[in-house]
């Protein structure tokens, strides 16, 4: 499809005639709306790490997902140019830039526990916007992390997140990350790299949890989309589709690496059933109380034009022995914390 874009759609981008799509080897600040410009991803060619960056002038967070916003500005006409720097470009470009949006903080969570009702009461408010688990921060923090040393892997973050923060400057003054569930393990880098001012952890029962992923199973729950290693768990083979086997071993990984992260690093622990007002008590104590009030807390998280409906009863697909186990489970997670 690049093949086919014309003097007009490269001069639109800002990008000159002598540029070539995915192999661009001269410097993001050269273009004349490098601005709009977002390093999405990072990838690895013949061994070697290269940022990915699209073209986000007309960029939508309202979206539950920053990948949903993606895939919507890929798919744009005109927009499905996608630049690929290296990078060293990446961090000598994040050098020059001041945003006046600030990073505000981050959403630690064990997955279907209100973590997107969160991200989306944020963008709500005025001036605030939360980028719902963005690629980058997982592929820097787990993804490609053997491939450069601790102190590069955090230059590399920072340098990523000054350059979101630049482009959301002309219409945000505070930004916060909900970051992917599993990253609970990576949350001393990530608490070190980016120094947030106010965090939380947010869970839920896990039977309830892990009900709802039976219903509908999240991608890091399949061995083959996060490798079970990561976890510290061997291959299940067709015991992944057990809810009180390699889900609940799963499920309770992130929730013993949440439950750590809260007490080593004084995060604050909220239960679903604490929200919202939990949140407006902790991550969002700065906001206003006439802002926070304004907010619309039945608004469906993943879908804007639907109301809210709980999924409680969604656990009436565990059998009793099964809810049994995964009620024991957290109980001995819980107590193992306390004698710690």
Known sequence: ??????????????????????????????????????????????????VEWCYARHADFSLPFVHDTIARLKRAPGSRVTLRTSISQLLDYAKQLSPSCHFAGL???ISRCGSTLCSQLINQLPGRVCLSEPKFVDDIARVYAHKVDRET???????????????????????????????????????SSLSPPRS???SRTLTEVIASHHAKPGAFTIPSIVAPSYFQLTDPGADFL???GYLLSVISAIYQAGLRLSKQHSITHIQY????????????????????????CNQYSKDSQLQFAGDKEKTTCLKLHEKARIEQKQHELESRLILT
């Not at 002598?18 to 080897?25: A, C």
């Not at 630049?166 to 945000?172: G, I, K």
Request: with cysteine.
């Open 200 to 202: 939380m952890f947010l």
């Open 273 to 296: 059933s604490q929200l919202p007002q939990a949140l407006f008590n902790t991550l969002l104590a700065d906001v206003p109380s006439e802002q926070l009030a304004q907010v619309n």
């Open 153 to 191: 892997q955090s230059q590399i973050l920072k340098s990523l997140l000054q350059i979101w923060l630049t482009f959301l400057s002309e219409h945000h003054q505070h930004c916060y990350i909900k970051l992917d569930a599993w990253l609970n393990f990576e949350a001393t880098f990530l608490l």
């Open 1 to 50: 499809m690049e093949s086919l874009l014309d003097k007009a759609v490269f001069e639109a981008l800002g990008v000159g005639l002598n540029f070539q799509p995915l192999n661009w080897q001269n410097e993001i600040h050269l273009l004349p709306n490098a601005k709009f410009w977002l390093p999405y991803q990072i990838v690895e060619l013949e061994d070697e790490l290269f």
């Open 107 to 109: 959403i630690f969570h």
């Open 242 to 244: 057990r809810p009180d």
